[in-house]
Every structure is written in structure tokens, then in C-alpha cells.
């Protein structure tokens, strides 16, 4: 028997990954990819929640407070609800400092027309109060007996326009306001 003068080659001493090495790379790869993807959206998400939340609180606590203080400060002529198409909720108040002006408060509950207008009229000047929420006046109570026209619960429920499914925020904030006019 005659031998070639040929080196056997060894396999061990080979360098390099061989394919299940690469797939099993791969899978690995892809998975920790998948889970930092998740995790990425799932924080852009809450942070459009979160950014939602503090938009609808800003615009809903500005409204109410508003309200609140001009209340506060005035005397209650008229609260009534006007019936028609679209119910209407009307607030007339009239500060004890300008006697001669009166305040409505209108807000108009029109299911077509969103966001929800909450307006104060006084006069020729009328502000919206609200343009990136939809703002629900759900009612104003007042006590029928007793000391009528100086104590008022506002319910509002504000809830925001335009975000994503999920993304959105509800508020709801009442509060009561006693008038300082002492009649």
C-alpha cells in the first residue's frame, strides 16, 4: 500500500460559523429586535395618552375654573335649558362690578358639531373656551328652595377630538359655586 504525500485536513482546526450557528443567531437577533419594537411603541403610545390626558385636564380645568370665578364674583340671573334642534345650555350671570353687562355661558350640545362649543358672551365679545376638547356641560343644579340663585353645581365632562383609537382621554370635573352677591 502506498501512501500520497497528502496532509489529511483536519475539521476542527477550521475557522468560521457553520449555517445553524448563523441561524441561531439570527432567531436571537430578530427576537430581541421584535421585543425593543414593542416596547418603542408601546411608550410612544402611552406618551400620546399621557400628553391627551394633560391636554383635555388643561382645557377642561380652564373652563370650569373660569366659570367658577366669574360666578363666584357675580350674581345668577337665568339657568335654563332651550329647547330646539340642538339643546342649549345657557348660563346668565351678571358681575357685581359691571352691573350694566351680563355674561351668558352658552354651551351647544349639537351631536354634528365637534368638539362641543362652550362660549361666554358679553356683549360683542364672545370667547370659546375650548377648541382641542369636546366639552359635555352634563347639567347645572341649583337648589330650588332656600337661598335660590346663589349656589351652583357645574358637571363637566371634557374628552379629547381627534386622537387615535386608545390614545384618547376622558375628564369629568364638577364643582359647586356659591355667588358672593347678598341680596
Not at 437577533?29 to 421585543?35: A, E, G, K, L, Q
Not at 351668558?104 to 349639537?110: A, E, G, I, L, T
Not at 343644579?141 to 337661598?147: A, D, E, I, V
Amino acid at each position: 500500500m502506498t501512501f500520497n504525500n497528502k496532509k489529511l485536513i483536519c475539521r476542527s482546526t477550521l475557522t468560521g460559523f457553520t449555517l445553524i450557528e448563523m441561524l441561531v443567531a439570527l432567531a436571537i437577533f430578530s427576537i430581541v429586535v421584535t421585543v425593543m419594537l414593542s416596547v418603542t411603541i408601546s411608550l410612544v403610545k402611552a406618551q400620546r395618552k399621557t400628553q391627551n390626558l394633560q391636554l383635555v385636564h388643561d382645557s377642561a380645568r380652564y373652563s370650569i375654573e373660569m366659570m367658577a370665578k366669574e360666578i363666584r364674583m357675580s350674581k345668577i340671573i337665568d339657568v335654563r335649558v332651550v329647547g330646539g334642534p340642538h339643546f342649549i345650555y345657557e348660563l346668565t350671570i351678571q358681575r357685581l362690578d359691571d352691573p350694566g353687562n351680563n355674561i351668558v355661558y352658552h354651551f351647544y350640545n349639537d351631536s354634528a358639531s365637534k368638539p362641543g362649543i362652550l362660549a361666554r358672551d358679553r356683549g360683542a365679545d364672545t370667547r370659546y373656551l375650548n377648541d382641542i376638547t369636546k366639552v359635555d356641560i352634563r347639567g347645572y343644579f341649583y337648589p330650588l328652595s332656600g337661598t335660590p340663585g346663589k349656589r351652583l353645581t357645574i358637571v363637566l365632562r371634557a374628552e379629547s377630538v381627534g386622537a387615535r383609537a386608545g390614545e384618547g382621554a376622558i375628564i369629568d370635573l364638577q364643582t359647586t359655586v356659591t355667588s358672593r352677591s347678598y341680596e
